[in-house]
């Protein structure tokens, strides 16, 4: 087994569920269920138990998650999104795939997410959603978004490929799992996520019967019926192998988001008086740490941080670099000014992630602190 720091252990982690797992492949491959076989059903029945959701459609990718949502939802080329500029690609690509506009907005300097007061002003008489990223593992602040959406008439489209296992906290005390609040949510699956498979998935989860149907249906080439095919779809599937991961893996979300909080207060901890902001952890919401991102106070030093990790074996990541509106692809949908927006802009310039996964060693914790403390000395 490998001895240096990861950013994220899937190694060690499969050495804990590999009879499970293992199993589980052998019994797809004699069995020939390699689609749509009883591990799907199986995985879908336990992931809506577990989120507390009445439907939860398996496809193959949390980017064709979000695709068949505002495909089921009949958004329509023209019809505005509003989306965090402080993102990954895939929430703002389909929109554009499916010639619809994405509206970047910027985010909350503390939890990095988007925030009702700032949606507010971007919508438009063209404005048909909204698209909530549960950025790092933290829940937006959902209950003013979907009061705002319910009072302009739109959609609300949870991207919870980062969070998912988290709870967000209404204001009366009432706890639902992100991507189960808006109109719908989407996740991932890909390996490295909390919730990761051994290859691509993902899903989409609502409590609308409606729109549960139309999301089967444009996830499965449009049709309702063999072929029947009622409106334009995409072939977009989990299959038996990755649903079988991820109902082993499924057991232990529970403990896999409790070991990366554990993680995430040892770090806290150890950066204190550090010229660095450590992540912010808003109360309505139990923070799944998909990353732990410190935000430099001293920006100009983050490439020289990063060589000095990199040489004593510390790995880390920028999440994300470059703003939306600044990537050649969604620079025609950017209409505002050329310095851009001020909270991304900063975040997109001071933000680096550590290592953040469920089998950190004590060893490898202390390597990691007293290589960032060393730097700051
Ligand atoms: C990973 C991710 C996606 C896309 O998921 P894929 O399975 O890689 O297509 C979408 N949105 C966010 C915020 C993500 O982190």
Redesign the pocket.
């Known amino acids: 087994m490998s001895n240096s720091i990861q950013m994220v252990d899937l190694k060690t982690q499969y050495q804990r569920i590999k009879a499970e797992v293992d199993a589980g492949i052998q019994e797809v491959i004699d069995n020939a269920t390699f689609i749509n076989g009883p591990a799907v059903k199986a995985f879908q029945a336990d992931l809506e138990t577990y989120l507390g959701v009445r439907h939860v459609i398996p496809c193959?990718?949390?980017?064709?998650?979000?695709q068949i949502a505002m495909m089921a939802l009949g958004l329509k080329p023209g019809d505005e999104v509003i989306v965090p500029t402080f993102?990954?690609?895939?929430?703002a690509e389909v929109i554009a795939l499916l010639g619809l506009v994405p509206v970047m907005i910027d985010v909350d300097p503390h939890t990095f997410n988007i925030t009702a007061e700032l949606v507010e002003p971007a919508i438009t008489p063209k404005t048909k959603a909204i698209v909530p990223?549960?950025?790092f593992g933290q829940s937006v602040d959902m209950e003013p978004i979907m009061a705002l959406a319910k009072q302009h008439d739109l959609w609300v489209i949870e991207?919870?490929?980062?969070a998912i296992g988290g709870d967000y906290i209404f204001p009366n005390g009432e706890q639902r799992k992100t991507g189960t609040i808006g109109h719908v949510g989407?996740?991932?699956?890909?390996p490295?996520?909390n919730l990761g498979c051994y290859g691509?998935?993902?899903a989409i989860m609502t409590n609308d019967d409606e729109l549960a149907a139309q999301l089967r249906m444009v996830a499965n080439h449009g049709q309702s019926k063999q072929y029947y095919h009622d409106v334009i779809g995409v072939n977009s599937r989990l299959d038996s192998i990755q649903a079988v991961v991820l109902r082993a893996k499924l057991k232990h979300l529970d403990t896999y988001c409790a070991s990366r909080r554990a993680l995430s207060y040892m770090y806290d901890a150890a950066f204190d008086g550090l010229p660095l902001t450590t992540p912010y952890c808003a109360p309505y919401t139990t923070h799944v740490f998909?990353q732990y991102t410190l935000q430099l106070h001293q920006p100009e030093r983050r490439d020289a941080l990063r060589a000095f990790l990199a040489e004593r074996g510390v790995p880390a990541m920028i999440y994300y670099p470059v703003p939306l509106y600044r990537q050649a692809a969604f620079a025609p949908y950017w209409h505002g000014s050329a310095e851009g927006l001020p909270v991304t802009e900063q975040l997109c310039a001071s933000v680096i992630s550590l290592p953040m996964h469920t089998e950190m060693t004590n060893e490898h914790f202390l390597q990691i602190i007293e290589a960032i403390n060393a730097f700051f000395e």
């Open positions: 193959a990718n949390g980017t064709d998650a979000l993102t990954y690609v895939a929430t990223v549960h950025l991207d919870n490929a980062q989407c996740t991932s699956f890909f490295s996520k691509d998935g993902g998909h």
